[in-house]
């Protein structure tokens, strides 16, 4: 299986801050056909998981551009640019490439 | 606007079956992948199994965490998604989630979930 490690478990934040999520896949996710196939979703508190962060570095419908992704082959970033309270809540990356899909095991981010 | 309503999660007895629904709708659910997802309390999701569309013959992956005890199923005329669940464990306690597929295969949309605990 492949296997998702995120960093940090926790991160708190200043509103109007920014913080930066880190996530390493155990095999490389980028696919002979030129795509990325890892995920970043966010969790808000007593709520599903939502899609922020498609192939890497593509913005999900409706997630503000306050949201980014980037990364190479096993080694991924998700940055927030001016955290608002709004965006608490625990953050997965996820890998779709081969089965079983995996996801991390998450980052929590709080608002200072 | 897409909506999935998971039901039939409860209590039910270690070595016991369970089946749980999928109602979709706000999409055409016939075109789409579709999967299972759960969620142990304070732990990450975990990914359980997911049914191709007709146009690709209706196969299905499973995790192999839960390959030989669960089953899913679809009927794209009534537009519900389903997991059966036989011998049951305790590790299998957690909120359950349907989950749509984009067509890029990620998954879109999510259910707001159900609850499956299992113990005597």
């Known amino acids: 299986d492949i296997v998702m490690t995120q960093a940090p478990l926790s991160v708190s934040v200043t509103p109007g801050e920014s913080a930066s999520i880190s996530c390493r896949s155990s095999?490389?996710?980028?696919?002979?056909?030129?795509?990325?196939?890892v995920y970043w979703y966010l969790q808000k508190p007593g709520k599903s998981p939502q899609l922020l962060i498609y192939r890497m570095s593509n913005l999900a419908s409706g997630v503000p551009d306050r949201f980014s992704g980037s990364g190479s082959e096993t080694d991924f970033t998700l940055k927030i640019s001016r955290v608002e309270a709004e965006d608490v809540g625990i953050y997965y990356c996820g890998q779709l490439l081969e089965n079983p899909l995996t996801f991390g095991s998450g980052t929590k981010l709080e608002i200072k | 606007e897409v909506k999935l309503l998971e039901s039939g999660g409860g209590l039910v007895q270690p070595g016991g079956s369970l089946r749980l629904s999928c109602a979709a709708s706000g999409f055409t659910f016939a075109d789409f992948y579709m999967s299972w997802i759960r969620q142990s309390p304070g732990k990450a999701p975990e990914w359980l199994s997911f049914?191709?569309?007709?146009?690709?013959?209706?196969?299905?992956e499973y995790n192999p965490s839960v390959k030989g005890r669960f089953t899913i199923s679809r009927d794209d005329t009534q537009n519900v998604l389903y997991l059966q669940m036989n011998t049951l464990r305790a590790e299998d306690t957690a909120i359950y989630y349907c989950?749509?597929?984009?067509?890029?295969?990620?998954?879109?949309?999510w259910g707001q979930g159900v609850m499956v605990t299992v113990s005597s």
């Open positions: 049914i191709r569309n007709k146009a690709n013959s209706y196969t299905t």
């Open positions: 989950a749509k597929h984009s067509d890029g295969g990620y998954f879109d949309y």
């Open positions: 095999k490389s996710l980028l696919h002979s056909n030129g795509i990325t196939y």
